[in-house]
């Protein structure tokens, strides 16, 4: 079965420093997101990207933030300038169309020391 | 503005009981989704089911139904005979057709279901 996939599983970094969390989303899907979630908290909305362009972005979602789809599978989210409050599980998702169920990939654990 | 409200922090159950976790939903358009994730303690998030706003029947799979009414602006889920594996957070969400589709996630409900 088709699934999301995300790499690193965790990633540790100091503050200051740039991060790239990397997504494959399932393959004939269009639409992709990323959504990150606080310990314990709920799960948001950071930005959509449909057809080579944000579609969408929150307001968490500031200058230090871009995405990327360098190729035809890979889907990036950079953080220029980590914080400590960008501590947080992102997790990306995929959907065939929109309004469709999103497929959610197991998530990368971001640390920032 | 959109939101979703799930009342119920944390519930306990004892196997085998019924357990109902509650979602109510704000929006201004007339066509949005529905959604119901899990999110075991493995931290993935796992598809469960999606309503569009003009299909109120409800729906059985196995253990599992959802009560959807509009007049109330509520989306239920329903665990019939819980087993331990049960165990999770669950999430309620909302996507609405005049946005890019995103989900507005509630807080989530934490069920421990007690061997």
């Known amino acids: 079965e088709p699934e999301v996939t995300q790499t690193p599983s965790h990633q540790v970094t100091q503050m200051g420093q740039e991060v790239i969390l990397r997504c494959v989303p399932i393959s004939n899907h269009l639409y992709f997101y990323w959504y990150r979630q606080i310990l314990g908290q709920k799960v948001e909305f950071l930005v959509s990207f449909y057809n080579n362009e944000i579609s969408e972005k929150s307001e968490i979602f500031d200058d230090q933030f871009s995405v990327e789809r360098p190729d035809g599978s890979n889907f990036t989210l950079k953080i220029r300038s980590t914080k400590l409050e960008d501590s947080a599980m992102y997790f990306c998702a995929s959907a065939l169309a929109g309004m469709y169920e999103q497929y959610f990939g197991p998530g990368t654990r971001l640390t920032v020391t | 503005a959109q939101k979703v409200t799930q009342a119920q922090t944390e519930i306990s159950v004892v196997e085998k009981e019924d357990v109902t976790l509650d979602c109510v939903y704000e929006?201004?358009?007339?066509?949005?989704?529905l959604f119901w994730y899990k999110q075991p303690p493995s931290g993935e998030l796992v598809f469960l089911i999606r309503?569009?706003?003009?299909?109120?029947q409800n729906e059985i799979s196995g253990r599992y139904s959802w009560n959807f009414q509009k007049s109330t602006s509520s989306f239920n889920f329903t665990i019939t005979a819980s087993q331990v594996v049960d165990s999770a957070v669950y999430f309620c969400a909302l996507s609405e057709e005049t946005g890019a589709n995103n989900l507005f996630f509630g807080t989530g409900t934490r069920l421990t279901v007690i061997p």
């Open positions: 929006t201004r358009d007339t066509t949005y989704y």
């Open positions: 309503r569009n706003s003009f299909d109120e």
